[in-house]
């Protein structure tokens, strides 16, 4: 059974950092594109930043030079270091693995999914 797991969500203050990992278990993700998404109350699911098999990435413009996504193929996990954190990325984050290697911005181009890791920033 494959799982992804969020972790590393938490209270922040504006300015702050933040470190999230989506662990994946059941099989290995090290060919697929991985992505962040975030999802704040009353508000659709958004694309935040995604990285395919090669290391390429891609990243939405609201958190363009602030955040960075990683991943460690060994550990089957990926990364989303939040630097200058502001109230408006308060929002619940997920990890989600695509079944093909290439990056999408599409919710829907993604077949797994975590159950989320609330991220609040307070002002």
């Known amino acids: 059974q494959v799982q992804l797991v969020e972790s590393g969500g938490g209270l922040v203050q504006a300015g702050g950092s933040l470190r999230l990992a989506c662990a994946a278990s059941?099989?290995?993700?090290?060919?697929?594109?991985m992505g962040w998404f975030r999802q704040a109350p009353g508000k659709e699911r958004e694309f935040v930043t995604a990285i395919n098999w090669s290391g390429s990435t891609f990243v939405a413009d609201s958190v363009k030079g602030r955040f960075t996504i990683s991943r460690d193929n060994l550990k089957n996990t990926v990364y989303l270091q939040m630097n200058s954190l502001k109230p408006e990325d308060t929002a619940v984050y997920y990890c989600?693995?695509?079944?093909?290697?290439?990056?999408?911005?599409?919710?829907?181009?993604?077949?797994?999914w975590g159950q989320g890791t609330q991220v609040t920033v307070s002002s």
């Open positions: 059941g099989r290995t993700f090290s060919n697929n594109a």
């Open positions: 989600a693995a695509r079944p093909t290697a290439w990056l999408s911005t599409n919710n829907y181009d993604y077949s797994y």
